[in-house]
């Protein structure tokens, strides 16, 4: 059983700085690709941003030259550094992986973190 498990979120005024952490746990082979989501009130959940194993990453527009995703292998954690916070960044962010269960398939399963509200207002 994969568990993701994030942390971090909170209420911070506009322009403000959150850091939120997702930590896989459990029994596989290794992970794959790992990223943030959100969904605000009445929105369709979107992807903010994506960092590959090797540490490619990309970027929603909208979190572009604010927000900085990044991961540590040897802790299965990701990371996603939030500054220059927005209203409009408020939501729920939910940590997603990509992983391999096993060494004897190539197969991966996406898995989801149950997400950590992140409200940004004065």
């Known amino acids: 059983q994969v568990q993701l498990v994030e942390s971090g979120g909170g209420l911070v005024q506009p322009g403000g700085s959150l850091r939120l952490s997702c930590v896989v746990s459990?029994?596989?082979?290794?992970?794959?690709?790992m990223a943030w989501y959100r969904q605000a009130p009445g929105k369709q959940r979107e992807l903010v941003a994506a960092i590959t194993s090797s540490g490619s990453t990309n970027y929603a527009d909208s979190v572009k030259g604010r927000f900085t995703i990044s991961r540590d292998n040897a802790k299965n954690t990701v990371y996603l550094q939030m500054n220059s916070l927005k209203p409009e960044d408020t939501a729920v962010y939910y940590c997603?992986?990509?992983?391999?269960?096993?060494?004897?398939?190539?197969?991966?399963?996406?898995?989801w973190g149950q997400g950590t509200q992140v409200t940004v207002s004065s």
């Open positions: 459990g029994s596989f082979f290794s992970i794959y690709a």
């Open positions: 997603n992986a990509d992983v391999r269960l096993r060494l004897i398939s190539s197969a991966t399963s996406q898995y």
